[in-house]
C-alpha cells in the first residue's frame, strides 16, 4: 500500500528501505550529504539535475518520488510480476526474486533446469563478488577454473565468482537452484 507524502519525506522513506546512510547515498549520487539532509526536511528544494541525480541512484524513476509514493516496508513480488528468462538453447530458466536487493548490491535468483541441461560458461563478475548456491531439487555440478564441486538437494556452496564458471543439472529430473549474488561492494 503507498501513501502520499513529500519529495523529502519519499526520500528518506526509500533510503531507509534501501538502508543506506546519508554519506552512502551521497557518494552514490554526487550529491552533498548537507544537501540530502536538507532536501529530506523540506529546508531545500533540488533542482531538477540533483533530484534526478537522487531518484537514479536510489534505483527509482524521478517521477516515483515526485509523485511522494514510498513503498510500503516490505517489497512483495507476485509470481505474476517477476523478471525471468528461459534460455531458447537449454532450456534453463532464471527468475529474479527481488527487486528491492539490486540496489544493495545483491541478486536473489531461481534457477529451474531442465533434466542434464547446463548454463554455459558464465563470464567473470567484478574483483569481490561472491555467489552463494543452494540446491533445492535434485543435483548440480559447479565448475570453477581450480574445481569442481557437486551439490545435491539441501547442499549449499559459497564461491568468490570472479572468475568463469558454470552450472550443470546432473539429475535426470528437473533441478532447482536458489542463487545469491553479493557483487563487489554490496552491504558495504
Not at 541525480?53 to 512483495?76: F, K, T, W
Not at 510480476?81 to 526474486?97: F, K, Q, Y
Not at 539490486?102 to 542434464?116: H, K, S, T, V
Not at 581450480?146 to 564458471?165: K, M, P, V
Request: aromatic letters at 4%.
Amino acid at each position: 500500500m503507498r501513501k502520499p507524502v513529500g519529495f523529502g519525506e519519499a526520500l528518506r522513506a526509500r533510503r531507509g528501505i534501501l538502508g543506506f546512510t546519508l554519506e552512502q547515498l551521497a557518494k552514490r549520487s554526487g550529491v552533498s550529504r548537507a544537501m540530502l539532509s536538507d532536501v529530506e526536511r523540506g529546508r531545500k528544494s533540488p533542482t531538477l539535475r540533483v533530484a534526478t541525480q537522487i531518484a537514479a541512484a536510489l534505483g527509482v524513476m524521478l517521477s516515483e518520488l515526485l509523485a511522494g509514493s514510498v513503498a510500503a516496508s516490505a517489497e512483495i513480488l507476485r509470481a505474476t510480476e517477476r523478471s525471468g528468462l528461459i534460455d531458447p538453447e537449454s532450456g534453463v530458466s532464471r527468475t529474479v526474486l527481488s527487486r528491492l536487493l539490486l540496489g544493495r548490491g545483491l541478486e536473489m535468483i531461481w534457477y529451474r533446469f531442465p533434466p542434464l541441461a547446463a548454463t554455459g560458461t558464465f563470464p567473470a563478475h567484478g574483483s569481490g563478488t561472491t555467489e552463494h548456491i543452494t540446491v533445492l531439487t535434485g543435483s548440480i555440478e559447479i565448475s570453477l577454473p581450480t574445481e569442481i564441486i557437486t551439490l545435491r538437494a539441501g547442499d549449499s556452496a559459497t564461491f568468490n565468482a570472479d572468475c568463469r564458471h558454470s552450472l550443470r543439472n546432473l539429475s535426470r529430473r528437473q533441478s532447482e537452484v536458489m542463487l545469491l549474488i553479493a557483487h563487489s561492494g554490496a552491504a558495504s
